[in-house]
């Protein structure tokens, strides 16, 4: 499970244009630009390469996560198996046994057949 360190709050201000604030930080883009091209200033430049490097130490630590998890041994792993097998055999087993008896039951009640 990950874990986000950043509160992510969304304040809608009108139908049109909520603010996104991410740890006290506004992210406040417009839907649309009608402006033509894209014109970033030095600010928006900073935050898209800012936000590049949280994507990239995002996907480090996910690795450095991944390199900490305890992954099971061969033996362990055949023996879950095998007990996921037998619950499976045991549920199925049990469940066909039941609706076998209502079927039954059924038949007496609404047919009247014995």
């Known amino acids: 499970m990950l874990a986000f360190s950043q509160n992510i709050t969304w304040i809608k201000t009108n139908a049109f ?3 996104i604030i991410i ?3 506004n992210y ?3 839907y649309h630009s009608f402006g033509g091209g894209k014109n970033l200033s030095s600010k928006e430049k900073n935050e898209s390469e800012s936000q590049e ?3 990239l130490a995002f996907f480090q630590e996910v690795k450095d996560e991944i390199k900490m998890v305890e992954w099971p041994t061969i033996d ?3 023996k879950q198996f095998v ?3 037998i619950s ?3 549920s199925s087993i049990l469940i066909f046994s039941v609706d076998g008896l209502f079927a ?3 038949k007496y009640l609404f047919e009247g057949k014995q």
Do not use: D
């Open 28 to 30: 406040n883009r417009p």
């Open 17 to 19: 244009s909520p603010k």
């Open 88 to 90: 499976l055999v045991f």
């Open 53 to 55: 490097k949280s994507i």
């Open 83 to 85: 007990i996921v097998v």
């Open 23 to 25: 740890a006290g930080k």
């Open 104 to 106: 039954t039951m059924s």
């Open 76 to 78: 362990r792993l055949s």
